[in-house]
């Protein structure tokens, strides 16, 4: 981790004097009001507690050490699933005040600002730190909780997989590299759910749910077409014509029901791929144990969708013919 006192020496063109990198990146600042901007994705499935934040407010506090921090400050932004936002102008309102608040956490920002003098230059600068931290539970709460349709949700699963990102605006990229450092730091130490096998599949019929109801439908169409109109197959216009009728309806009717089906299939699946989870009160434990569903019941969901969809084709293709369309 760099101290901050390392200075490469650069040429400038023009006159051949040397100048520590860090005063040119000062007076850089100082000419054109720029800032240079850092930012990581991260993607893997946290468990995220208080006192996991306590210990990254810690480490932060305990990295400005190492330099001359003139002022800190830290403001922390808490979202929940009910719609509801908390702001807190310090840690330690945060700490103080964030348990009265009773609600499942959707996501948390907290941003740092430091006005630091590094040993080379004579003016403070500015840095700011911000690290935003999601919750699956509480974004899918909040589908549930607005009824949200398969578009809506099909357009989070994009945002939901970054679950963690930090982002730091500085001036010397020594300091920018050390905070960048201590947050890499800190997020590996965090729990984390494993994505294993059980996963994968949750994950495969979470999105082709619709797909595997509606193949199973298919097929169970296709198959008491034949078996009700083979016997009495024609090469006749009129016959041909029935059997495409009878088809098309039931194709119809079965597409419809088993898209439906199977989406909802689909959600109890969702239901059991990893999650981020962020953990400020008892409510995040009790929305997590309502989203949740089991693995049997997963599997029951999608058992009933095909099972209906079949049906569904079979009741189609029977009715027609009794008509005698």
């Not at 040119?24 to 720029?34: A, F, M, R």
């Not at 909040?142 to 994009?158: G, K, Q």
């Not at 920018?176 to 996963?199: C, M, N, T, V």
């Not at 006749?236 to 039931?250: E, P, Y």
Request: aromatic share 10%.
């Amino acid at each position: 981790m760099s101290d901050g006192n390392e200075a490469t020496e650069i040429v400038l063109s023009g006159t051949g004097s040397e100048i520590s990198f860090q005063v040119y990146q000062d007076v850089y600042n100082s000419i054109t009001g720029h800032r240079e901007n850092l930012s990581r994705n991260m993607f893997d499935f946290h468990k995220v507690g208080f006192d996991d934040l306590k210990s990254l407010h810690a480490q932060m506090e305990q990295m400005l050490e190492q330099y001359a921090c003139e002022a800190s400050g830290c403001s922390v932004v808490v979202r929940y699933s009910d719609g509801r936002t908390d702001s807190f102008s310090s840690f330690e309102r945060f700490e103080t005040l964030s348990g009265a608040k009773v609600g499942c956490v959707e996501n948390l920002e907290l941003s740092y600002e430091f006005l630091i003098v590094l040993p080379k230059t004579k003016e403070a600068k500015t840095y700011k730190v911000g690290v935003f931290l999601m919750s699956h539970v509480g974004l899918l709460d909040r589908l549930n909780r607005s009824n949200a349709s398969d578009l809506e949700r099909n357009m989070m699963n994009d945002l939901m997989k970054i679950t963690a990102r930090f982002h730091i605006e500085y001036v010397d990229v020594s300091v920018a590299r050390s905070i960048e450092a201590q947050l890499d730091e800190w997020y590996r130490g965090l729990k984390k759910e494993p994505l294993i096998f059980r996963h994968k599949i949750a994950r495969f019929f979470a999105t082709h749910s619709g797909q595997v109801t509606k193949f199973a439908g298919f097929v169970a169409l296709i198959s008491i077409t034949w078996y009700l109109f083979l016997p009495s197959i024609s090469s006749d216009t009129s016959s041909l014509f029935k059997i495409l009728t009878v088809f098309v309806a039931s194709v119809s009717m079965m597409t419809g029901i088993g898209y439906g089906l199977g989406s909802w299939a689909g959600r109890s699946f969702k239901s059991l791929s990893p999650m981020a989870f962020i953990k400020l009160s008892n409510a995040d434990v009790e929305t997590k144990s309502s989203v949740r569903q089991s693995y049997l019941k997963s599997i029951g969901a999608l058992v009933l969708a095909a099972v209906g969809t079949i049906s569904v084709s079979l009741l189609a293709t029977y009715v027609a013919s009794l008509l005698g369309i």
